[in-house]
């Protein structure tokens, strides 16, 4: 598959709700058909002001035509004041608690990740704001953030977004997600073979580390690039719904209907 999905267009979203002075205190909702379960998506793009949340549309649509209600926030970065650590983790935050106070979604809550996006996705399920959520999935979420860093991956992302170089030998890093351990609620990594953005290693080495045996799970996509895990035309996109129907059922009032689920067969998963 090709980078299209970045800039397919789509359509537009049911509203958008502003919650904050700054102009990325919002939240774009595409409202499911008498949805259960919100799903908050967070975009990626190494954290840099250069993608905002725009590209994230065309999955935020399907996955509403699929019958979930979305919220796609949008946060601080780095080229943008503010953008350096802790500002994208703070605004999500924000954007998490907001969102979960908006009595027009569902209360049921599940995060979904991408790139960047996955790591900020799985750093606050760590968070006060994160409590009670039903899980998260990371799609080649960047986890291990000195992984990414000693990688320089896409021109030293990592360390734009810390301010420096400094950080890498730090002790503990609450920035990084492989210094918060087990996160308290599930987590469904995807990550495909063939990205060369985000390299399979730094999926294995959090799963590694921080998963939880018979509880989380690493899903390895076969000759899948990393925005194909972004893309509804692509043969990821029944993986990423197969583990939101899983993530969805562990709440009792969560929707089981079969608009949120797609038979297909279970995906090979490593843990």
Do not use: K
């Not at 977004?161 to 920035?175: C, E, R, Y």
């Not at 080495?205 to 925005?227: A, I, K, N, Y």
Request: charged content about 20%; proline content about 8%; hydrophobic content about 40%.
């Amino acid at each position: 598959m090709s980078r299209d999905v970045l800039t397919r267009a789509s359509r537009e979203p049911d509203r958008t709700v502003t919650f904050g002075p700054t102009t990325t205190d919002l939240y774009d909702v595409w409202l499911g058909p008498a949805a259960e379960v919100t799903v908050v998506l967070v975009h990626g793009g190494f954290w840099r002001a250069q993608w905002d949340r725009a590209h994230l549309r065309p999955l935020a649509t399907a996955l509403a035509d699929a019958g979930l209600t979305v919220a796609l926030p949008e946060y601080r970065r780095t080229g943008m004041p503010g953008g350096t650590w802790p500002g994208p983790g703070s605004d999500l935050a924000a954007a998490l608690t907001a969102i979960r106070a908006d009595d027009t979604l569902p209360e049921p809550t599940v995060l979904v990740g991408h790139s960047a996006g996955g790591h900020l996705a799985v750093w606050l399920l760590h968070r006060p704001e994160g409590a009670g959520l039903l899980g998260a999935v990371s799609l080649a979420g960047c986890l291990d953030l000195r992984m990414i860093g000693r990688l320089g991956l896409d021109d030293g992302a990592a360390d734009d977004l810390m301010g420096g170089t400094d950080w890498h030998d730090a002790p503990f890093l609450g920035a990084d997600p492989m210094d918060l351990g087990p996160t308290p609620s599930t987590v469904a990594l995807v990550h495909g073979d063939a990205d060369d953005r985000v390299p399979l290693a730094v999926s294995e080495s959090w799963m590694t580390q921080c998963g939880t045996p018979g509880r989380d799970t690493l899903t390895v996509l076969e000759d899948t690039d990393h925005f194909d895990l972004i893309d509804p035309e692509s043969s990821a996109w029944p993986v990423l719904l197969e583990h939101l129907g899983a993530l969805s059922t562990s709440h009792p009032r969560a929707a089981t209907r079969g608009s949120a689920r797609h038979e297909t067969s279970s995906p090979e998963s490593t843990s």
